[in-house]
């Protein structure tokens, strides 16, 4: 084997997985965000975490009010998954500026974008600095899933969003 680097190695363990980040503005509405880093932590209880850039919009609105959705986009969304992806909340409506069609879920007032095949309503427990991220521990509230709809994820690293059968 050869030294590479984690970025290099991203592009070797595609398919990644991809998540969309839905937040509660301080205005009220949802700011979506793309995060490929993401797991399960525990069943018992139900507990999931992901890491976020520090300057992350996302993490502003997660550390000021605890509320976070992470969505398994559906093939639909494809686009809007790379749009929310390079923009930031900071400076972008991004429900408004992409036309990202949403839904509500039980609950919660937290808008998810229409076309998830998961949905995992959490409430932030804590949140620890890793290097240049935040990795941010959440307690699992409930969760809601749509069998009918294919799962997107990450390929060629980060670079192109498609479903697995179809890459
Ligand atoms: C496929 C893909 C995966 C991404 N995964 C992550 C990730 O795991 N963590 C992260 O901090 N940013 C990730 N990003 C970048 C963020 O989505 C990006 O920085 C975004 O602008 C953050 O939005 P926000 O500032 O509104 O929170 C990813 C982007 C793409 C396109």
Redesign the pocket.
Known sequence: MKEATLPFVTRLTSP?P?TI?C?QKPDGGT????????MPLSFNPEMIA????K?????ECVRENGKVVLTVPAAPIAEH??S???????D?D?IADFGIETQELEGCDIQVPAHSCVAIRCTMKEYVEVGD?YLYICDVNKVFADPEEPALF?WDG??K?APAQQA
Do not use: D, E, P, R
């Open positions: 990644n991809v980040v937040t700011n979506l965000a793309t995060v490929s880093w993401w992901y890491a976020m850039a300057t992350s919009f996302s993490g998954v790379m929310c992806g390079t923009t930031t909340g900071h972008t991004k991220h990450a980060y670079a969003i």
